[in-house]
């Protein structure tokens, strides 16, 4: 649970980032979300959630 918060942090950090920086306008961004939270409840949601914790996996793996 705590990979999906600070995934949920990360993501929203790099949306504010967009926003100020790179001209993402706020109507863009809450549409992503919408986007988002319609995927999720989808019958692609868990498919996505297994390709994101897989390569949560495989960069957690690598060894520096």
Not at 3 to 25: D, E, P, Y
Not at 45 to 58: C, L, M, N, R, Y
Request: aromatic share 6%; hydrophobic share 55%; charged share 10%.
């Amino acid at each position: 649970m705590a990979l999906s918060i600070s995934a949920v942090v990360l993501l929203a950090i790099v949306v504010f980032m967009l926003c100020r920086k790179s001209g993402l306008k706020a109507g863009h961004a809450a549409v992503c979300v919408l986007l988002g939270f319609y995927l999720a409840s989808s019958s692609l949601g868990p498919t996505i959630h297994q390709v994101t914790k897989s390569a949560t996996d495989v960069i957690s793996g690598i060894k520096f």
